[in-house]
């Protein structure tokens, strides 16, 4: 069965701090993986696309991993900011059917703190 | 910012009313779909398009039904809703080809009462 499993499921930081969240996955065929930052009330945001071939890309402050080996990605947020305050949400997308389907980990809620 | 429209953003209705949820996107995408997500839960997908005249359901069952006239509008319509319906419905759009980003709306809170 195709999953998305994502951990914590809730984290607090102080300001400034850096902190690591992961996604475990068993899409099965793979296509790409993709983090999504979704404020409260709005619309899931692209932050970043993994493919099969990358290990690591960055934006900004967001660095995310991906181990195609052992199905793993990791999302890095690097010196947090109050505005970082929101649900990290890990989506695998298939390539084994025509919707390219999307499977979504039902996010890490994470909340900075002054 | 993503060229996708979703209307009204909060709704507050009685049971057994009918209601209509808008979803617009500007970016001439052929692939449309509605998600249902309740707080703290992941997005399950109720209806998908890939292009004008497709609907598909999805993998959560779903009272709602859409309609896809046109490739910039895929509205999601409740004949009779019930506060089993209050959730938080998104709307998203990706390129035809498979693996492309999918924008998200604002999405619409609804709440039955």
């Known amino acids: 069965k195709n999953q998305v499993e994502q951990s914590p499921q809730s984290l607090i930081i102080l300001e400034g701090k850096n902190c690591t969240l992961q996604?475990?996955?068993?899409?099965?065929?793979?296509?790409?993986l993709r983090w999504y930052k979704q404020d409260t009330g709005r619309g899931p945001v692209s932050l970043t696309i993994?493919?099969?071939?990358?290990n690591t890309k960055s934006n900004g402050r967001y660095t995310a991993t991906l181990d195609a080996d052992t199905k793993q990605s990791s999302l890095h947020i690097t010196a947090s900011q109050l505005s970082d305050s929101a649900s990290y949400i890990c989506?695998?997308?298939?390539?084994?059917?025509?919707?390219?389907?999307?499977?979504f980990g039902r996010g890490t809620q994470l909340t900075v703190w002054p | 910012e993503a060229d996708i429209y979703q209307t009204p953003r909060y709704l507050v209705i009685g049971t057994g009313k009918k209601i209509t949820l808008e979803c617009s996107q500007t970016?001439?995408?052929?692939?449309m779909y509605w998600y249902q997500q309740d707080p703290g839960m992941e997005l399950h997908l109720i209806h998908y398009?890939?292009?004008?005249?497709?609907?598909e359901k999805g993998d959560l069952s779903s009272e709602s039904t859409v309609s896809r006239i046109r490739t910039e509008h895929f509205p999601l319509t409740l004949e009779s809703a019930r506060p089993s319906h209050t959730s938080q419905y998104l709307c998203?759009?990706?390129?035809?080809?498979?693996?492309?980003?999918?924008?998200f709306g604002q999405g619409t809170r609804l709440t039955v009462v």
């Open positions: 989506v695998v997308s298939d390539r084994g059917s025509t919707l390219g389907r999307l499977y």
């Open positions: 993994m493919t099969f071939s990358e």
């Open positions: 998203a759009s990706s390129e035809q080809r498979s693996g492309t980003e999918a924008f």
């Open positions: 970016m001439g995408h052929d692939k």
């Open positions: 996604c475990n996955y068993t899409v099965s065929p793979f296509s790409n």
């Open positions: 398009s890939y292009g004008v005249n497709s609907t």
